[in-house]
Structures are given as structure tokens and as C-alpha cells.
Antibody, heavy 119, light 108 residues
Framework: QVQLQESGPGLVNPSQTLSLTCTVS??????????WSWIRQPPGKGLEWIGY???????YYNPSLKSRLTISVDTSKNLFSLKLSSVTAADTAVYYC???????????WGRGTLVTVSS | SYELTQPPSVSVSPGQTARITCSGD??????AYWYQQKPGQAPVLVIY???ERPSGIPERFSGSSSGTTVTLTIRGVQAEDEADYYC???????????FGGGTKLTVL
């Protein structure tokens, strides 16, 4: 079955760029059947949608993060990526990648990866 | 910015019915979705499009909608249902995704 796996550094220095990758296995991003999203959850807090990308490369970002955010897709490697610049401690969170049958919900999630912003 | 409001906590005894509400001005225009999250785990979709249940989700989970409020109902609550539950929807223009603050369901 389809699985999503997040990967990337677990520790990022303040003011630097947070970079994560979500590798999709068991299915093809290029099928066009789904949207691919990033969602985060600060420790002990609720969920925050970050943004999504379609296989064609079209994106939509959370307006609160838009100025610092880039989401990209590599269909040849069947993965999509997140870059968040100028991070602060407020960006410390578990970051999840997720699949959506449309733009507005998520039927499959990765296990998540904790990213801590600290010097 | 658009917000969805949930009660922070709900408590029920095993076998009883739990109801978790979620309020938002755009809910008459946008579908709601519900996720269950257990400690240390990723969220799991339990209800989509207000009241549809994904395959593999027990029949005791159901969803309903009335005006600006949607409700997740769990009938015959079991100990394994103890978790955080999040509602989710979109803003009125369908542009961006919003999550509620989450409700901790405690099974007494």
C-alpha cells in the first residue's frame, strides 16, 4: 500500500532554512489523483496546515507562512519537499507530509518528523 | 483569519455516547473532516465530507452537520477511542485549510 516517509535534519539553527523531504512509496505522485501537503504540530499543540503541491507543480501556501515557504515536487524521484526559511523557535514542531484526494483534506499521513530550531 | 472552535475536552464512560462539536462561520459552505490522533502517532481520518466514514473506521463513528456547527459522534465509546480529535475544513472561498484546536476525549 502507499506509504509516506518524512526525512531531514532534526535540528536547525535559528535564522537558517528548514528542509524536509517526503518520499512516496507504493504509488506514483504523477498519477494526478492526489494533492500532497505538509502539516505541522508544535509540541503539545494543535495541527497547522502549511501548504500543498500538485504533481504539475502548482502550489498553495498558508498565508501566514507564504513569505518563507517553498514546496516543490520531483516526480522522477516520487517525492516532494519543503523549505522554510528564516526559522525561529516557533517553527519547532513535528512535521507531517500527507496525501489528499482533493485540496481540502488528508486521507494518508506520514509518521512525522520532529524538527527542533535551536542553536 | 478563519477559525474553527472545538471544546478542549470531553469525558465519557465506556459504552456511552461522546459528541464533539466544531463551530465555524464557513461550515455551511465547506465540508468538515475529522481526525483521531493518539499520543505519539500521526492523525487518522475518521470522517470526511461531514458524514462519510473511510473504510476501516468502525461504524460507531459518525458525523453530522447543522448550520455553522458540525458534530463527531462516537456511540458505544471504548477505551481505545481515548485520543485527541481535530476537525478540519476550508475557509469560505475554499482557498486554504484550517484545523480546529482539538478536543481531548477521555474515557473514564
Amino acid at each position: 500500500q502507499v506509504q509516506l516517509q518524512e526525512s531531514g535534519p532534526g535540528l536547525v539553527n535559528p535564522s537558517q532554512t528548514l528542509s524536509l523531504t517526503c518520499t512516496v512509496s507504493g504509488g506514483s505522485i504523477s498519477s494526478g489523483a492526489y494533492y500532497w501537503s505538509w502539516i505541522r504540530q508544535p509540541p503539545g499543540k494543535g495541527l497547522e496546515w502549511i501548504g500543498y503541491i500538485y504533481y504539475s507543480g502548482s502550489t498553495y501556501y498558508n498565508p501566514s507562512l507564504k513569505s518563507r515557504l517553498t514546496i516543490s515536487v520531483d516526480t522522477s524521484k516520487n517525492l516532494f519537499s519543503l523549505k522554510l526559511s528564516s526559522v525561529t523557535a516557533a517553527d519547532t514542531a513535528v512535521y507531517y507530509c500527507a496525501r489528499g484526494p482533493n485540496k481540502w483534506y488528508f486521507d494518508l499521513w506520514g509518521r512525522g518528523t520532529l524538527v527542533t530550531v535551536s542553536s | 483569519s478563519y477559525e474553527l472552535t472545538q471544546p478542549p475536552s470531553v469525558s465519557v464512560s465506556p459504552g456511552q455516547t461522546a459528541r464533539i462539536t466544531c463551530s465555524g462561520d464557513a461550515l455551511p459552505d465547506q465540508y468538515a473532516y475529522w481526525y483521531q490522533q493518539k499520543p505519539g502517532q500521526a492523525p487518522v481520518l475518521v470522517i470526511y465530507k461531514d458524514s462519510e466514514r473511510p473504510s476501516g473506521i468502525p461504524e460507531r463513528f459518525s458525523g453530522s452537520s447543522s448550520g455553522t456547527t458540525v458534530t463527531l459522534t462516537i456511540r458505544g465509546v471504548q477505551a481505545e477511542d481515548e485520543a485527541d480529535y481535530y476537525c478540519q475544513s476550508a475557509d469560505s472561498s475554499g482557498t486554504y485549510v484550517v484545523f480546529g484546536g482539538g478536543t481531548k476525549l477521555t474515557v473514564l
